[in-house]
């Protein structure tokens, strides 16, 4: 099993809301990744957790916040973000942080009102 | 990160090769080759990589020149499945980089 799960796939919010998105993985890979991806744009990365502890902030702003409850979820929490925010946020793993492959997740789109 | 620079968008037919290239001429000695593919509405799915000698697997092959300045990412035969976005990312493997810089692409369309 080479798969890795997003919920939901996609989701509206109003700037004011709360919201969580949701990765998993069964592959027993020990790091997990949120990338940020606008329309025609390549993935950036936003965050890395490498055995359960943020390793990586690429300085995101702090109305994302993410959460490693386990080895096989990833949550990406979201409070009062703005319209600019909407894009496809891709979740990935690998087998060891620095793995020479990761494995992403089809992606939430995310729509801000 | 060292930076590649690829062409914008290519066009194929189906059941040609298609010769995706990907020039590095920053690329250091410990930077590993990567290239992975977007197809529309899904994640980025890993194709191929490698250091200094041509790579082949299931999906593709890889040629690395010689001075490791540039490389290309070889579909044998092309299939409609195969349109997608092509990224050539460099890895730099001295420190363990848990990064994947991803350049813009080439946008790989096969007609039928």
């Known amino acids: 099993d080479t798969e890795v799960t997003q919920t939901p796939k996609h989701l509206v919010m109003g700037m004011t809301n709360k919201k969580s998105l949701k990765c998993e993985q069964h592959?027993?890979?020990?790091?997990m990744y949120w990338y940020k991806q606008k329309a025609k744009k390549p993935p950036e990365l936003m965050f890395v957790y490498s055995y359960e502890k943020l390793s990586i902030n690429e300085s995101v702003p702090s109305r994302f916040s993410p959460e490693c409850p386990n080895s096989s979820l990833l949550n990406l929490h979201l409070h009062a973000l703005q319209p600019e925010d909407s894009a496809l946020y891709l979740c990935?793993?690998?087998?060891?942080?620095?793995?020479?492959?990761?494995?992403f997740g089809p992606g939430t789109r995310l729509l801000v009102l | 990160d060292a930076k590649t620079t690829q062409p914008n968008s290519m066009e194929s037919n189906e059941e040609e090769p298609v010769h995706l290239p990907c020039n590095h001429s920053t690329i250091s000695g410990t930077d590993y080759i990567h290239w992975y593919r977007q197809l529309p509405s899904q994640g980025p799915e890993y194709v191929i990589h490698?250091?200094?000698s041509n790579v082949n697997n299931r999906m593709a092959s890889l040629a690395i020149a010689e001075d490791r300045k540039s490389s290309t990412l070889i579909l044998h035969r092309a299939t409609l499945r195969d349109a997608a976005v092509y990224y050539c990312i460099l890895r730099d493997r001295k420190g363990g980089s848990e990064k994947l810089v991803f350049g813009k692409g080439t946008k790989l369309t096969v007609n039928p």
């Open positions: 592959m027993g890979h020990r790091a």
């Open positions: 990935a793993s690998s087998q060891v942080p620095g793995g020479e492959t990761q494995y």
């Open positions: 490698g250091l200094t």
